[in-house]
């Protein structure tokens, strides 16, 4: 069965919402279709000690502040978990969830969004699939010869399922200092490595200056003004609470990266070896773009060049929500509502007869 609707908006996370919520204020129909069965988008998935980098006033998609949660500066990811659910009932957005979208191509004057469950006929397409999907892995040497357990940061849940193993978290970003700092306050036996020394950002900064920062470097940018470096330039790690509790108590000093795995374990640039149970990468992600490659329109990196948020080879293709090059910060709650207004209202231009 195929049905028919002016834009077809992939994926129910913060970034398909926004978009959505952007999309009803203008009286564009659309539908929205979500793989999840559930609201939350990746958030119902993500570790139970997780906290946003932002208080909840600062991480709030379009027209709905996000509650405070009682307790708690930064909200945890139960708590974006019940506000996403709130947001997607309270303005009524048309997401129809359990729907796996295979692909997109041209048909004619419209795209046709292929689907496990049918085929949907529209004007426009809004891709917002995010990136937890596709999580990565470096290609360290040894790491097909390891027998311990590997897993990435997408499976990684509580302290206790490591309990009296030895434990190797591998990254410096926000994640890994995170969970490095989880098993830390659990006891458990962990060593954290990263590629060069953990680079804090000032305990007085979170994510409201770092969208602040992000808009101001694109504005600069789009000006012909000097590149500022972006947020990369401040620093690597939020130092959120749990992670200062733990890096104050010395309990987050992270050791160079290893040389290579081995079979039961690490060997380390000098030489020496270690057994180890378990390595989580906390390594990052890329883009989940698989179902538009049948446009053809991945470049040399990967990605899909853009101007702003649309797909400059497909003009019918928005992208929203992957990153700083589909938007400053859009990739963060707070981030997504301006690409995601601007990206509605240059599709009401294009669906204006």
Request: aromatic share 6%.
């Amino acid at each position: 069965m195929t049905q028919r609707t002016d834009v077809v908006v992939i994926g129910g996370g913060q970034s398909g919402l926004a978009a959505g919520y952007h999309l009803r204020r203008l009286g564009i129909e659309h539908v929205i279709l979500d793989a999840q069965t559930a609201p939350g988008g990746a958030w119902q998935h993500t570790w139970g000690s997780l906290r946003l980098f932002s208080p909840a006033e600062y991480s709030s998609l379009p027209g709905r502040l996000m509650p405070v949660q009682p307790g708690q500066t930064y909200p945890d990811a139960g708590h974006v978990v019940d506000y996403l659910a709130d947001y997607e009932k309270r303005y009524e957005l048309p997401v129809r969830h359990g729907v796996s979208v295979k692909a997109v191509h041209r048909d004619g004057t419209l795209l046709r969004v292929a689907t496990d469950c049918g085929d949907w006929r529209a004007r426009a397409v809004v891709s917002a699939t995010g990136t937890w999907t596709r999580p990565y892995l470096p290609a360290v040497p040894g790491r097909l010869e390891y027998t311990g357990r590997q897993l990435h940061t997408v499976r990684y849940q509580d302290p206790a399922e490591f309990a009296g193993q030895r434990v190797i978290i591998v990254g410096g970003g926000n994640s890994g200092a995170q969970i490095a700092a989880d098993l830390a306050h659990a006891r458990v036996n962990t060593t954290w490595v990263t590629q060069r020394p953990p680079r804090y950002l000032a305990d007085d900064i979170d994510g409201r200056a770092l969208f602040d920062h992000a808009t101001a470097r694109r504005r600069a940018l789009d000006a012909g003004r000097t590149d500022t470096g972006g947020v990369a330039s401040l620093g690597d790690i939020v130092a959120v609470p749990p992670v200062r509790a733990a890096r104050d108590a010395g309990l987050l000093t992270a050791k160079p990266m290893f040389s290579r795995l081995t079979a039961a374990g690490v060997q380390w640039t000098d030489g020496t070896v270690a057994e180890v149970d378990a390595v989580i990468w906390c390594t990052g992600f890329r883009p989940e773009l698989a179902h538009l490659a049948a446009l053809r329109l991945r470049g040399s990196r990967g990605r899909i060049a853009t101007v702003g948020t649309r797909a400059l080879a497909e003009p019918r293709l928005h992208l929203l929500g992957y990153g700083d090059w589909t938007g400053p910060a859009s990739a963060t709650l707070i981030g997504v509502g301006r690409p995601a207004r601007d990206a509605a209202r240059e599709i009401a231009d294009l669906l204006r007869p």
